[in-house]
Each structure stands twice: as structure tokens, then as C-alpha cells.
């Protein structure tokens, strides 16, 4: 025990007491080694902006900012200003500038779902307040950019969450149905947002989520995962249309259904309905104008109406 004990002392002194010019080098060295990495995030960070998916840049957004303080961070611990100055000006200054340009968009988005939920749960005077709210975001962004200099984002980015703004703000966005209490996820937001943004990208009119809809297709990822069966008919609601009758959702002419098994994130579905030509017809069809998302453990169920 006494041995143990004086290697740990020993150890503790020897590393206390490092030439300074090691210590300069390890620090600097370290400095490097996150700028580098910040440096790989910023390229894969600035390619899903070229994507024009807010979706993607939104996952990204968050660990690409802690990434940029922790090589901040690092920097901060360099000797000399010379040195800590080019290292930021390298790696430090183009990641917020590359940040400063979604910060916005990102911000918008996160606030779509706030909207969504309150929406949903007719919450009208929240909905108001975020949505100036968001108003007061739209200004200060506007001063950013302008300030900085910062390149045009896709259009297909800006555009698409301007048409969101205008279904928020002429409360088409979202539909409560007073005779539920129903909550969705947020993953669940998340793939209404995609399911839109898509229908967006292709020239298709935007959805307006229903509370009703999204009830209804919990209920059939529910009966999917209680009978095991992995299919659009139900031996308990028949047909998604006769289903969609059957649960309440009465006026509506034409309806459509996706489902998913294992697909369990937003962008598994989205990566299931662009690669299938019978999904992506399903979404892409002309007329359908609400949504619905439901899911219950590894069942997705996503159902479109045309009222």
C-alpha cells in the first residue's frame, strides 16, 4: 500500500513540474487538434446548408456550437496574442460566421413546433406571443446579416419557412379538435415539418397538421403493433379511409396513407419516402391538404386528407 501510494506522489510531482516550453507545446498542440476538428464540422455544417434541409441543419446546429466554444476555449489557453489571434481568425471566425447564418432560420424552426403545440391545444394567446416573438427575431437577424455581410441562404430554405410563417399566422398551421386532448412528440413535429418541407421542394402546397388525424394514426400504429401485422388494411378498421370515418374525421374526399416499421426518427421516414416512388407519389399527390403523425413503438403512421 505504502509503495502505491509514493508512485502516485511521485507521478503527480514529475507531471507538476514540465518544462514550460512542453507545457506551451502541449497547449498549442491541443488548440490545433479542436480547431482541426471544428474545421471538419464547419465543412459538413456548410454542406447541409447548400442542402437547403432546415431539418438536418437543425440536428447539426447544437453540437456545432459546443464544438466552437470548446476550440475557443482551447485557443483562450495559448501563449502569446499573435499566436491565439491567427488561430481564431483559422478556425474560430469562419464557424460563427457560418452559425450567424442559420441562427435564424434555426431559431424559427424551433419555434414552428412551440406554435404547433400550442396550437393543438388551443392555446391561442401563446400562440400569439411566440409568433411575435418571432417577429422580434426576424429583426434582429435581419441586423445580423446585414451586419456581417453573410451569403444568401437557398431559396428553397427561406422559402420554405416563410410559407410556414404564413399558415402560423392565418392559423393554418395546426387545427386542435376540441373533443381530444392529444399530444404529439417531438420527433413527431419534426416529420410533419419534413413531410411539408418535401412537398415544398417539389412545388406541391404546403399541409396543415390535424390534431384528429394525428389520433388516428397513433391508433393504427397502435392496432400495427398489437397484431404484428405490417400493413395499410386493418382487420379492425378495414381501409386507412374507412378507418379515418370510423375514428371521426368525417369531411374529406380523398385521403392517402405511409407507413413505417423500424423507422423510428424523422429522417429514417424521410430517407424510407424518398427512395420509394410509391411513398413519394403518396405525399406529392396534388390535392391533400391536412396531416396526421402518429407513433407508437416502432410502428409510424403518417395519413393525408383532402377535405
Request: glycine content about 6%.
Amino acid at each position: 500500500m505504502k509503495k502505491i501510494a509514493g508512485f502516485g506522489l511521485g507521478f503527480m510531482l514529475a507531471f507538476g513540474v514540465l518544462p514550460a516550453h512542453e507545457v506551451q507545446a502541449s497547449t498549442s498542440s491541443t488548440a490545433v487538434q479542436q480547431g482541426e476538428k471544428l474545421a471538419y464540422q464547419l465543412r459538413g455544417f456548410n454542406r447541409l446548408i447548400d442542402s437547403a434541409d432546415t431539418y438536418d441543419v437543425n440536428q447539426a446546429y447544437d453540437s456545432f456550437s459546443r464544438q466552437i466554444q470548446t476550440a475557443e476555449k482551447a485557443i483562450g489557453k495559448v501563449s502569446g496574442s499573435s499566436k491565439r489571434r491567427a488561430l481564431s481568425k483559422k478556425y474560430v471566425a469562419p464557424a460563427k460566421v457560418a452559425r450567424e447564418r442559420v441562427i435564424y432560420e434555426v431559431s424559427q424552426y424551433r419555434l414552428m413546433k412551440v406554435i404547433g403545440k400550442d396550437a393543438l391545444a388551443n392555446r391561442v394567446t401563446y400562440v400569439d406571443s411566440n409568433l411575435k416573438k418571432l417577429d422580434r427575431l426576424k429583426k434582429r437577424a435581419v441586423e445580423i446579416k446585414k451586419a456581417g455581410k453573410y451569403k444568401a441562404l437557398p431559396a428553397k430554405m427561406t422559402g420554405y419557412l416563410a410559407e410556414t410563417e404564413k399558415l402560423q399566422r392565418t392559423n393554418r398551421f395546426a387545427v386542435p379538435d376540441l373533443q381530444l386532448n392529444h399530444t404529439l412528440s417531438s420527433d413527431e413535429f419534426d416529420s410533419f415539418l419534413l413531410l411539408n418541407q418535401d412537398r415544398y421542394v417539389n412545388g406541391k402546397s404546403l399541409m396543415t397538421l390535424s390534431e384528429r388525424l394525428s389520433y388516428i394514426s397513433e391508433m393504427k400504429s397502435k392496432d400495427m403493433h398489437s397484431t404484428g401485422s405490417f400493413s395499410i388494411y386493418s382487420t379492425k378498421y378495414g381501409s386507412a379511409q374507412e378507418m379515418i370515418v370510423k375514428l371521426g374525421f368525417q369531411q374529406h374526399s380523398e385521403s392517402g396513407i405511409l407507413i413505417y416499421k423500424y423507422a423510428n426518427s424523422p429522417k429514417a421516414q424521410r430517407d424510407l419516402w424518398r427512395k420509394n416512388s410509391s411513398q413519394k407519389e403518396v405525399l406529392l399527390y396534388n390535392t391533400i391538404d391536412y396531416a396526421g403523425v402518429g407513433r407508437y413503438n416502432d410502428y409510424t403512421t403518417h395519413l393525408f386528407v383532402n377535405m
